[in-house]
């Protein structure tokens, strides 16, 4: 079911853990889903130096969470924010599509952490990010069928 | 379920023995229920039969469910009991196979199979069934003793006697079944993410268990080629595996942090 990347960032995932003087934390999902995400990032200058994740779901959720920590490392803000969820699970090989929510979530994750950043830096918020992190009050699919009608 | 029963029931059915949390229903006892009350009582005892003694006659069983992949049979081969005298209609219409009931031609080389193979199952059942229950106490007083934050779910002891079924809490199913099938062990779990659908298992719902429990759970059953080295080698293993797991947790971390 799972390609050999999310196998490897599944049994061996990236950048597990907390950052104690992070500057960016975001936390999306819920249990009653089963999948929560919680994402670190410590950003100076604008650069994203550092990036850490912990994440309570299935193996496409660590895959994912692990990878999107990958991607954003390095980058600017403004770079982190255009990280699609397409991105991420392309970077895997794929997910199986009743999966492909887990990448939802992880761009989300990014998308919090980054909020939480420019919230805390006496930012404007960005407007396009309206996910509260509750399941079913976000547009994003979560694999059933209802979803891929277009 | 007495209450249950109203003026115009005609069947009652209640599972044997539950496939997931293994709990065993008081059988006899909704036999006797149903046979006072004069209504047609039936079982789905897939789950039991090789495993629990079933006797119809006592237990005042008028139909039961069983399927051969349960006892070792051969698989996409089952049978259902009817008592003499209860009428019931065609499943298949067609041919006259099966006294009119089932058209079609009949699966001969499974149903001798099935025969054999409820032979088989029943020969030796005691044994067999104080050999499940040593290799089902070790695995679950094991896990009880070394691994903290876990429940067991269903009946402590009235449950089949190889079934074991443990919510984990702070992790989820699925990562769960990854790693352990990465050991060699496979099992299954009420996680909603390893069954493809949004909600986790009914069975674990129903018996009250908050969905973030019930994402957590495993199953294991033991059967005919397990050991004691297998149960030693789960104690090994799993307790590794949830450490592993609870440390990318952020729900674990809440916990940690409060101690």
């Known amino acids: 079911m799972y390609s050999e990347k999310v196998m490897d960032h599944f049994s061996n995932p990236r950048n597990v853990g907390e ?14 889903c089963g999948d929560i995400m919680k994402m670190y990032l410590k950003i100076e200058d604008n650069i994203i130096v550092d990036a850490k994740f912990k994440t309570f779901g299935c193996g496409a959720a660590v895959a994912t969470s692990s990878m999107a920590t990958e991607l954003v490392r390095g980058k600017t803000v403004e770079e982190a924010m255009k990280i699609t969820n397409n991105a991420v699970a392309e970077a895997l090989d794929g997910l199986p599509p009743a999966k492909m929510h887990c990448s939802n979530l992880a761009q989300e994750a990014i998308a919090a952490a980054l909020e939480d950043y420019r919230r805390k ?4 918020p960005d407007e396009s990010v309206d996910c509260n992190g509750c399941c079913d009050s976000c547009n994003h699919s979560h694999g059933r069928e209802e979803d891929f009608e277009d | 379920m007495k209450n249950a029963i109203k003026e115009n029931t005609i069947l009652i059915s ?15 006892e909704i036999g006797a229920i149903a046979r006072e009350k004069g209504i047609l009582f039936h079982t789905d005892a897939v789950q039991a039969v090789g495993n629990i003694p079933i006797d119809v006659e006592k237990m005042n069983i008028d139909l039961l469910s069983l399927a051969g992949h349960k006892f070792y049979g051969p698989k996409g081969m089952g049978a259902l009991y009817i008592r003499k005298g209860v009428k019931i209609s065609s499943l298949i219409l067609g041919g006259q196979q099966e006294r009119g009931k089932r058209a079609s031609t009949e ?3 499974g149903i001798i199979g099935l025969g054999k193979a409820i ?3 029943t020969k030796n059942i005691d044994e067999y069934n104080k050999k499940l229950l040593n290799l089902r106490e070790k695995t679950i007083e094991g896990l009880m003793a070394k691994v903290p934050f ?4 269903g009946h402590r002891s009235n449950r089949l006697p190889g079934n074991v079924n443990i919510s984990f809490q702070f992790i989820e199913g699925e990562s769960l079944l990854l790693m352990l099938d990465m050991k060699g062990v496979c099992g299954s779990s009420g996680s909603a993410c390893s069954s493809g659908s949004l909600d986790p298992s009914h069975v674990l719902m129903a018996i009250g268990l908050p969905h973030e429990i019930a994402h957590g759970s ?15 080698y789960i104690l090994e293993e799993i307790p590794k595996i949830v450490t592993k797991l609870r440390d990318m947790s952020p729900l674990y971390e809440v916990v940690k942090n409060n101690k």
């Open chain 2, 150 to 153: 876990i429940r067991l779910n």
């Open chain 2, 107 to 109: 699966n001969i080389p």
């Open chain 1, 121 to 124: 830096s006496g930012l404007a």
């Open chain 2, 14 to 28: 209640i599972m044997f023995a539950n496939n997931e949390i293994g709990t065993i229903q008081p059988i006899q």
């Open chain 2, 119 to 121: 032979e088989l199952a």
């Open chain 1, 19 to 32: 950052i104690e003087d992070a500057n960016g934390v975001g936390q999306v999902g819920n249990a009653k």
């Open chain 2, 218 to 232: 495993l199953r294991l059953t033991f059967g005919d080629d397990n050991t004691e080295e297998d149960v030693a």
